[in-house]
């Protein structure tokens, strides 16, 4: 009886060893099976692309009509929430003619702030007032210009009015009739503080500041950018002076600062979307215009919609915008091939040819 009770105990261990054994085999097939399913979704997910065309390609053509300068391509995100276009995890490869680029992609455009102010409203006249006062003062002398129904009136106590730039105070030398509409472009300035023959640093308002797109005013004056006249730091927006400004005088700035988020394009025109300006210090690009042609190639994506984030939502569109150095314009007749490859996905291949026939200065879909 013990020795049948002892065979049965042993039997029962083994029964037990044997399903804790099964118990593992199944156990490992399970995972097996999850490593295979993970290895077919990665598999798949780098066979296709979240990022699709979403409309026609726009070219803007250069004065000659013999180029183009610009390329707009539509995106937007497919079968997605999101699809991250961060500079450091999205390439752009760019081919034009002969030339080619590995990666031009410059990240996502990034809005920015100045102070210039265009079609300001002033007021409306009424035969009887003169006195017109700006929102924004004190003025960079000379920077206004004054418009009565859209017509440009001339600056002078001879002419059409007078302004007195530390007040933003328009005199008309005749008020304007009944009903006109008084509006005005110009640019003011951030008050930075007074000099009292001791204090060389100052602080503006708003920073980081844009590289070299400032200019400092000494009671209106501007003054040199020069090293021994003041040095600034671009990220903080301190202004350190070789000396200390005079007691009284008044300091005063104007200049270009990074808002900290992505630019909108929402409601502007292709002709307002398209200029950048690269700020090397941040090594981000801002919304803004060329003085003259694209100082350099480079691929950028303005987001419509934008909540503010690197990321192309499914919510929003994307315009990939690349410009083309003067001596990287695509000539007529010549092939484009863009690819967009973002990380662990299949690229996104663009290839089209710059139509042979062009009006100048304008823009033509592909």
Same mark, same amino acid.
């Given at each position: 009886?013990?020795?049948?009770?002892?065979?049965?105990?042993?039997?029962?261990?083994?029964?037990?060893?044997?399903?804790? *054994?099964?118990?593992?085999?199944?156990?490992?097939?399970? *995972?097996?099976?999850?490593?295979?399913?993970?290895?077919?979704?990665?598999?798949? =997910?780098?066979? #296709?692309?979240?990022?699709?065309?979403?409309?026609?390609? *726009?070219?803007?053509?250069?004065?000659?009509?013999?180029?183009?300068?610009?390329?707009?391509?539509?995106?937007?995100?497919?079968?997605?929430?999101?699809?991250?276009?961060? =500079?450091?995890?999205? +390439?752009?490869?760019?081919?034009?003619?002969?030339?080619?680029?590995?990666?031009?992609?410059?990240?996502?455009?990034?809005?920015?702030?100045?102070?210039?102010?265009?079609?300001?409203?002033?007021?409306?006249?009424?035969?009887?007032?003169?006195?017109?006062?700006?929102?924004?003062?004190?003025?960079?002398?000379?920077?206004?210009?004054?418009?009565?129904?859209?017509?440009?009136?001339?600056?002078?106590?001879?002419?059409?009015?007078? &302004?007195?730039? !530390?007040?933003?105070?328009?005199?008309?030398?005749?008020?304007?009739?009944?009903?006109?509409?008084?509006?005005?472009?110009?640019?003011?300035?951030?008050?930075?503080?007074?000099?009292?023959?001791?204090?060389? +640093?100052?602080?503006?308002?708003?920073?980081?500041?844009?590289?070299?797109?400032?200019?400092?005013?000494?009671?209106?004056?501007?003054?040199?950018?020069?090293?021994?006249?003041?040095?600034?730091?671009?990220?903080?927006?301190?202004?350190?002076?070789?000396?200390?400004? !005079?007691?009284?005088?008044?300091?005063?700035?104007?200049?270009?600062?990074?808002?900290?988020?992505?630019?909108?394009?929402?409601?502007? =025109?292709?002709?307002? &979307?398209?200029?950048?300006?690269?700020?090397?210090?941040?090594?981000?690009?801002?919304?803004?215009?060329?003085?003259?042609?694209?100082?350099?190639?480079?691929?950028?994506?303005?987001?419509?919609? #934008?909540?503010?984030?690197?990321?192309?939502?499914?919510?929003?569109?994307?315009?990939?915008?690349?410009?083309?150095?003067?001596?990287?314009?695509?000539?007529?007749?010549?092939? &484009?091939?863009?690819?967009?490859?973002?990380?662990?996905?299949?690229?996104?291949?663009?290839?089209?040819?710059?139509?042979?026939?062009?009006? =100048?200065?304008?823009?033509?879909?592909?």
């Amino acid at each position: 009886g013990i020795v049948g009770l002892e065979a049965a105990i042993v039997l029962i261990a083994f029964v037990i060893i044997a399903a804790a *054994f099964s118990f593992m085999v199944v156990n490992q097939g399970l *995972f097996a099976t999850e490593r295979g399913k993970t290895v077919i979704q990665e598999g798949l =997910k780098q066979a #296709s692309t979240p990022l699709t065309m979403d409309g026609s390609t *726009f070219v803007r053509t250069m004065e000659g009509g013999d180029g183009v300068d610009v390329i707009v391509i539509p995106v937007r995100a497919f079968g997605v929430k999101y699809v991250a276009m961060w =500079k450091n995890e999205t +390439v752009v490869s760019l081919k034009v003619g002969k030339s080619a680029w590995a990666n031009v992609y410059g990240g996502v455009l990034y809005a920015y702030s100045d102070y210039d102010v265009t079609g300001e409203v002033v007021g409306t006249g009424d035969d009887t007032e003169t006195d017109f006062n700006l929102d924004h003062f004190p003025i960079v002398t000379d920077s206004e210009t004054i418009y009565l129904d859209g017509v440009v009136q001339v600056e002078g106590a001879l002419n059409d009015y007078t &302004i007195v730039p !530390a007040t933003g105070v328009i005199t008309f030398v005749v008020a304007p009739g009944a009903g006109v509409i008084i509006t005005a472009d110009y640019t003011w300035t951030e008050n930075v503080g007074t000099g009292d023959a001791a204090e060389t +640093v100052f602080n503006l308002d708003h920073f980081p500041v844009v590289e070299g797109t400032e200019t400092i005013y000494f009671d209106g004056v501007a003054q040199l950018k020069d090293g021994s006249v003041y040095i600034i730091d671009y990220a903080t927006g301190m202004i350190t002076f070789g000396a200390p400004p !005079a007691a009284l005088v008044v300091i005063t700035a104007d200049y270009t600062w990074a808002d900290g988020e992505t630019f909108d394009p929402s409601g502007y =025109k292709f002709d307002d &979307i398209v200029g950048l300006k690269y700020d090397p210090r941040s090594g981000l690009y801002y919304n803004g215009a060329y003085s003259s042609g694209a100082g350099k190639t480079a691929a950028v994506l303005a987001l419509e919609n #934008s909540n503010g984030d690197e990321s192309l939502d499914s919510f929003e569109k994307g315009y990939l915008i690349i410009t083309l150095a003067s001596e990287d314009a695509a000539k007529v007749r010549a092939a &484009i091939t863009i690819e967009v490859r973002l990380e662990k996905t299949a690229p996104l291949s663009i290839e089209f040819n710059i139509p042979e026939a062009m009006p =100048k200065d304008t823009w033509v879909l592909t």
